[in-house]
Structures are given as C-alpha cells and as structure tokens.
C-alpha cells in the first residue's frame, strides 16, 4: 500500500507565506505576460513542493481475521427443562458453522452464575481482547435471563451485530410467589405485616392456594388471587429467629418450584422483659436479686415482699396494714399472663396467695409461662410453697425435709457440662464456697448444679409449654460478695432466667444450619442432652431431601454436612424424645436468588440491544430438536438478520482489517531535480520576457 507525506523543510506558516509572496508575484507577472507568468507560477510551486517534501509511503500489512465472539450462558436457570444439553448442541453447531467461514475466528465463552445471570459481564470478558475493527458478530446462547444486559451498545464499544438463541420453549409456563414487602425485625406477641403475590407465566390461573408457616409449623392457608398484592399478619411468639415460609402448590407443567415459595427470616426481641418477684423471708441473698433485675434497662421489675403470717390475728383491716396492699387478685388471676417469668425468693407460704391463685399459676406455667422458685429453709417445713398441691404438681422435685449447712463448692453436673445455662460458665471447680443446701427427692427435669456429693442443687424441667426452675440454696449471694474468691452469680442467673423466656440461643434442644460457599457445604450442629440424636433431613431450594448422620464433637454436640452444590434456602428439620420438631433454615448465596425469579425464556433483557446492533432474535428448541440459523457475511450498514425458510440466516460482518508490518518512505524527487525544474521554468520565463522586449526595441527602432 502507498501514500504520499510531506515532511517540509520549514515551518508550514513559512511556507504559507512564500506561497503568498510568490502567488503575488506571478499574478504580477501574468499581467504583463500571460505565458511568461504561467512559467514563473510554476517555478514557484516546484519550489514549494521541494521545500513541504513530499515523499512515497509504503506500507506493508497482512489481512487479519474477522473475529465471531460467542457466549454459552451456564446460569443456574439454564439447568432447568434440559435447556443445557440444548445450549451445548446449538453452541457446538453454531461454532461449526462459523469456523467453516473463511478467515473468520470464533471464540468462545461460557458464562455462569449461581445467584444471577450477568450477560454484560460476558461481554465485557469476552470483548477485553478482541480489537473491535475485527469484532464480525456475537451469538449468545441463553435463556434471555439477566441482571445487567445495557440496552446502548456503545456502552460495551460494540459495532457488529448481536443475535440471540433462546433456548426455552415457545409454550414454557411457570408459577412464581414474590414477597412485595416484610420486616426484618419484630417485638414478641406481636404481628408481622407481609405483603406477596403470585404470578403465573403461560397459563391465566385466576386463583392460587397459599399456605403459611412458621417456624416449621402450618399456620393458615387461603386461596388468592394471582397477580394482586396480598397483605398477611403473622404472629410473632417466641423470641429470636422467626422463620416464616409462605408456598403455593406446583402446576403441572411449570419449568420448576423453587420460586414457588419464599421464606422470610425475622429477628424477634422483647420490646420489655416483666419479672414478676415475690419475695418472703428476708436474707442476705435478696438484694442480688433486685440488683440483677433492675440493672437490665430493659427489665420491668415488679417486687412485692409478704412477710404477714397467716396466724397473726386482725387486728386492723388488712388495708391499713400496709402502705401499698398487696394486689394478689390483680397479680396471680388477672394479669398474670403479662409477666414473662415469676420468680418465687425464699417465699414462705402466709395464706396471702390462696389455692385459686396457686391453680392459676399452675396453669399460666403449662400454659408457657415460666416460673423461678430460689429456695432456702422454708422450703422444708410446713409453710413449703411445695406443700401447695396446686402448684407442688409440677415442680421438678419436692424437700426432704434435709437442711445440709456443710461448706460445699458448686460443680457443673453430667447433663449441666451439655446443657447451655451451665456448659460455658468459666472458673468451675475454682469457685467461692456455698454453706447450705436443701434435700429433696428428684421427680424429673435435669440437674444442672451439683455438690461434691451429687445432691442436686440447681434443678430445670419444661411443663408442658411452661418452664420450671429450682435452686436449692439461698447462698449464692455468696459469689456476689466474692466470698472465697466468689463465682459467676449473675451469668449463671442471667442465663437461668433467660432459659425459662425460652431464648433460643440457650435451648438445650436445637438444631442450626451455616452455609460454606467455598466448599459448596451446609453445616449442620445439633445441641442435645440425650446420648444419641435421630438424623437430620435436609431439603434443598430444587425439593430434593438429603438425609444426614451426625457424629459427636468433643463439645458434645453433633455435627454433619451435606453437600450444596445451588444456591438458595436449606431447611433442616429432625425430631426429639419427647416428640418436638427441630427446624432451621440457611441460604447459601442469596435466599432468594434473581436466577430463579422469572424462568420463562424471554428476549425482554437482550432485546434492545440485539436490534440496536442489527441482530437478530432466534428460537432454536423445535420439537424436533435444536434448529441453528445459517451464517452469511455481509457489509457493515447492511442487514444482519433474515427470517426466510425454515431456519433463516443469522449475518456476521466483512471486516477486511489489517495489521501492518512494515512502512518505508522514499522522495518523489531528489531535490537537485526540484532545482533543476524550478530553474529551467524560471529561467525559460526570462527567456520568453527577453525575446518579446528585443522584438518590441526593433519594432520600436
């Protein structure tokens, strides 16, 4: 290839003005002589010329290949309805097509995603080192699903052709359930506002039956009406994670389930802890716990001390005995059920609290509430709140009627070592001395403290959906006063009272999932104070169910994995001895990942830019079987796409680039040949002027 450069031997103004200067003087010399100014004019140009340099350019280059780059999308939701083994046929045919075009390079590159489908991504990677004056075209194979696909092209730098392969099928249905609005966060014993709504894709359904869950548990079903948003309360009971699963049943024929459902995980905390404390014979031990309840900010503490006997005659009203009456009707019948825990202090039985209201409190326990009893002497005689048969039914043990006043350490028992309250508290066997403890004979629960004897001294049970727990000794204000080097008092209280609220991160029975993407894992630990746990069942986002054993840590829980190869929401769920459901659930990735949204095969996303570059839109799944559209080349500007015959033509560009390899220059003249031509034509003009002044001088003589 060859050009002409100059390469002036002066500054091109220079050169503009001589240009002037000479153009000025030849026009001079034209008025006088016409031929003899044509000569002078082109004298000054050949000056010129040799002064701006011109030279040949000579170029060697060598043709380079268009480039066809082609996108293999390998998301999660190319996996459904068999449209992988589709994308692969149709991307190995669609190479084969291309690579049989002459100087045409393909390349290819395969797209996945776990959670989304990121097609701008796969463009950007698959354009980074392809020159665009080579780019002929780009095919992508996909479902048409994406996050990210920009509808300007110029944003990706791209100047050829787009086409799309859809490789869904025409008639694809699909129903999803979308969760519009829910709150993260909750307050206990009260509603959680949810709005959501179900879609149906291929098919008009007008009604759709929903269920709800909580925690595992079926808690209502009703039938909606799909495409409207639906509001939902659901109740809020026990504290810590809620997890709320609201699903619609499959339809036959839908591309997959997995967006039939959407759980919904909620942090539920007390808005106010209500402690109720009844305090009797006063001790050393009582201002513990005041000091405990009240420094909690949120804490509402209600503390009434009884210290009348029921033998101690009337004397006056009992109204006028007091500064505040004693509102037992009020307390143990009517509002019993708004206090979270009821904590009995050394109470001595003084027929203050009757047998209506100990029938009460019994009922309020198995009913869910939970109960405290800190014992000390009292609790052997006849004053004993144990000799209520009311309430004596569901304590956990009853006194012996044995008062031990020997010096004793507190140990952590068997069953304590396991049991959340106990197992973490540090400093054990370090710990300052207790001096008294109660006898009782054992009637169920766990023992969670122990002296160095094995007699019980810390005692919980469950009470139907109550709780109940017995400390045997009124000492441990002990280690509040440090007393020989004192212990952990308030952690094994705050943990105690805790407990009895039902504080899932202390339950001795639980079971909890964690997600590890790296090793494509869901851990499973299972707590348990039993000596051998059942297996856990573990549903994946697709429906499937895998069954995991789980084999004993050093810290005594059980611990197992199952392998989690797609990302969304694992529910576990396994059973215990005395009959409960233990359920958890954990997302590996997103909980509800765009991948699986909206399934239906669609150009809406790649749409727009595949006709701003003049490419075309092709379903390529057939009845019977992949159908790719045949290539042809064509010149930039002109059609790309056709849809003629059975499959049509997809259009890729003619790009003719090349590179250059090697560039040489040589002068059009030498400049003694400039010279030579610049002084014969001057020359020959003073010639021509020289002969017509003699000829005028003979005339004129």
Known sequence: MSDIVFTPLLDWPVLLALAVLGLVITLYAMFRSPFSGILRLAGVLCLLLMLSGPKFLEETTTLLPDIALLIEDRSGSQGLDGRMDVTREAADELARRLEAVTDLEVRRVALSGRDETRLSDGFMDGLSDVPRSQLAGIFVVTDGQSTDTPEDPATLGIAAPVHTLLTGRPDETDRTLEVISAPRFGIINEAADITFKVEDYGFTDRLASVSLKVNGREAITRTVRVGEEVPLQAALDTPGKTIIEISTPPVDGELTTRNN????????????????????????????????????????????????????????????????????????????????????????????????????????????????????????????????????????????????????????????????????????????????????????????????????LLVVNRVEQGRVGLLLSDHVWLWARDFDGGGPHRELLRRLVHWLMKEPELEEEAVA????????????????????????????????????????????????????????????????????????????????????????????????????????????????????????????????????????????????????????????????????LTTGLVLSAWLRESGRLRRRQVVTD
């Open 261 to 456: 459902r959407a759980v919904i995980e909620i942090s539920v905390i007390r808005d106010r802890l209500r402690v109720l404390l009844v305090s009797g014979e006063p001790h050393a031990g009582e201002r513990v716990w005041r000091n405990l309840l009240k420094s909690d900010p949120a804490v509402d503490l209600i503390h009434f001390t009884i210290l009348k006997p029921s033998t101690k005659p009337l004397i006056a009203p009992a109204e006028d005995l007091a500064l505040i009456r004693f509102p037992e009707n009020e307390l143990f019948l009517e509002k019993l059920d708004q206090f979270d825990v009821l904590i009995f202090d050394r109470y001595t039985y003084r027929g203050v609290i009757s047998a209506l209201h100990f029938d009460n409190i019994s009922r309020y326990i198995q009913n869910g509430g939970a109960m405290l009893i800190a014992s000390g002497p009292e609790f052997t005689g006849s004053t004993s709140i144990a000799t209520r048969r009311n309430l004596a039914f569901i304590l956990p043990a009853l006194p012996n009627g044995n008062i031990d006043n020997a010096p004793y350490i507190p140990a952590i028992s068997d069953v304590g070592l396991r049991h959340p309250v106990t197992a973490t508290l540090t400093g054990a066997g370090e710990w300052g001395r207790w001096l008294r403890s109660l006898g009782v004979n054992l009637r169920g629960g766990e023992v969670l403290l122990e002296r160095d004897d094995g007699a019980p």
């Open 513 to 676: 999932l964690r997600s590890d993407a790296e090793r494509d894992q869901i851990l499973i630990t299972r707590r348990t104070l039993q000596d051998e746990v059942a297996p856990v069942f573990v549903e994946g986002p697709d429906g499937s169910m895998t069954r995991a054993e789980l084999t004993q840590s050093d810290n005594g829980e059980w611990r197992g994995t199952v392998s989690a190869t797609e990302s969304g929401l694992y529910t576990a769920t396994t059973g215990t001895d005395d009959g409960r459901t233990l359920f958890d659930v954990v997302a590996l990735g997103l909980a509800a990942p765009p991948e699986y949204s909206h399934v239906i095969a669609t150009d809406e996303h790649l749409g727009p830019l595949t006709m701003a570059t003049g490419g075309g839109v092709y379903t390529i799944r057939t009845d019977t079987g992949v159908r790719v559209p045949s290539i042809r080349q064509v010149r930039e500007g002109r059609s790309a796409t056709a849809r003629g015959g059975e499959s049509g033509w997809a259009g890729i560009y003619r790009r003719e680039a090349a590179r250059v390899e090697n560039v040489s220059t040589r002068d059009i003249l030498p400049a003694w040949a400039w010279l030579l």
